[in-house]
């Protein structure tokens, strides 16, 4: 079997039995095709590649392309074999030594409370994109949902009796995430004055949907929540992710434990959900070396603490 072959019957598993998302599938087949490039000019396919074959191969990308790429690319290649290895194509995997570049601990970021509420106040009147776009808002920091979770969704997805919402995540994975009662009553409103309004008399499957009454993209959700945050005055400090980023934080911070969280935001990984907890650690050392005079580090020169002006010295003595 030669080598795009290999590549189908692996997309085929991601996609049938994984439920991986397509974005996933077209970069996963990108990635095997260049390795399979570069072992046709040494002469090797993927079944007879050594570990020095496929550690030259990301030697070469190591400078060209992002650290997070050449690890997405690793470990691409890491699935690969280990789906070669359950067909019994191979015997030993060529992987299992391999090292990518550690990655740099780049934390995301987030809003403040008093942010949050400057955004949410934008939307106002009750024109019918107004009232959309309040509901668009509300539900994504009340509920941490994806972008694709939140136009993915459909009327029957919201229970409001039970103030309760179903999320289609990664790999088509279904969970039960409440809502609070501020989305809720934008949503209601949404839905008893807005969406109707848009859609007319088309039948729509989405809840949130465009000015001509379609289901609402990815791009223009984005184009929505930009808008909003440039004229909140938030433009350089966030996109749509971030609401997920600040539902997190702001839960960890109001006592949510870890396990909880992780089921909320739909993580397979509980160290995917780890990250939040460093921020949440970040933010409270920011805020202990602002606030506690004698907290920071003295100078050499005074023993004033460096961030400390002029004339809050006599307060920190």
């Given at each position: 079997?030669?080598?795009?072959?290999?590549?189908?019957?692996?997309?085929?598993?991601?996609?049938l039995e994984r439920g991986l998302s397509r974005n996933t599938l077209v970069a996963?087949?990108?990635d095997l095709l260049g390795a399979s490039a570069?072992?046709?000019?040494?002469?090797?396919?993927?079944?007879?590649a050594q570990h020095g074959d496929l550690a030259a191969f990301l030697d070469g990308l190591a400078g060209t392309v992002a650290p997070s790429t050449l690890q997405r690319k690793l470990a691409?290649?890491?699935?690969?074999?280990?789906?070669?290895?359950?067909?019994e194509l191979i015997v030993a995997d060529p992987t299992a030594e391999l090292r990518g570049p550690r990655r740099s601990a780049v934390l995301p970021k987030v809003l403040s409370r008093d942010e949050v509420h400057t955004l949410l106040a934008q939307p106002s009147g009750t024109d019918p994109r107004a009232l959309r776009d309040r509901?668009?808002?509300?539900?994504?920091?009340?509920?941490?949902?994806?972008?694709?979770?939140?136009?993915g969704l459909k009327p029957t997805d919201v229970d409001p009796e039970e103030g309760m919402l179903r999320a289609r995540g990664k790999g088509r994975k279904?969970?039960?995430?409440?809502?609070?009662?501020q989305a809720l009553a934008a949503l209601g409103a949404y839905?008893?004055?807005?969406?109707?309004?848009?859609v007319g008399a088309q039948a729509e499957a989405h809840l949130f949907v465009n000015s001509r009454g379609r289901g609402l993209t990815r791009q223009g959700l984005y184009k929505i929540v930009q808008g909003y945050a440039t004229s909140a005055g938030l433009r350089d400090r966030m996109a749509p992710h971030t609401l997920r980023h600040t539902f997190a934080t702001h839960m960890l911070a109001g006592g949510c434990d870890l396990r909880s969280l992780q089921e909320l935001l739909g993580h397979a990984?509980?160290?995917?959900?780890?990250?939040?907890?460093?921020?949440?650690?970040?933010?409270?050392?920011?805020?202990?070396?602002?606030?506690?005079?004698?907290?920071?580090?003295a100078t050499a020169d005074d023993g004033v603490p460096p961030r400390l002006r002029t004339s809050d010295r006599a307060r920190a003595t």
């Open positions: 079997m030669d080598d795009r072959h290999l590549i189908a019957d692996f997309l085929a598993y991601l996609e996963y087949r990108a570069f072992l046709t000019d040494r002469h090797v396919t993927f079944i007879d691409c290649l890491r699935s690969f074999y280990r789906h070669l290895r359950r067909e509901a668009l808002l509300e539900l994504m920091y009340a509920c941490g949902l994806r972008v694709s979770e939140v136009v279904e969970r039960i995430v409440p809502v609070g009662r839905q008893a004055r807005g969406r109707p309004v848009l990984d509980l160290s995917t959900t780890q990250i939040y907890t460093h921020m949440s650690s970040e933010r409270l050392k920011e805020t202990y070396f602002r606030a506690h005079p004698r907290a920071l580090r």
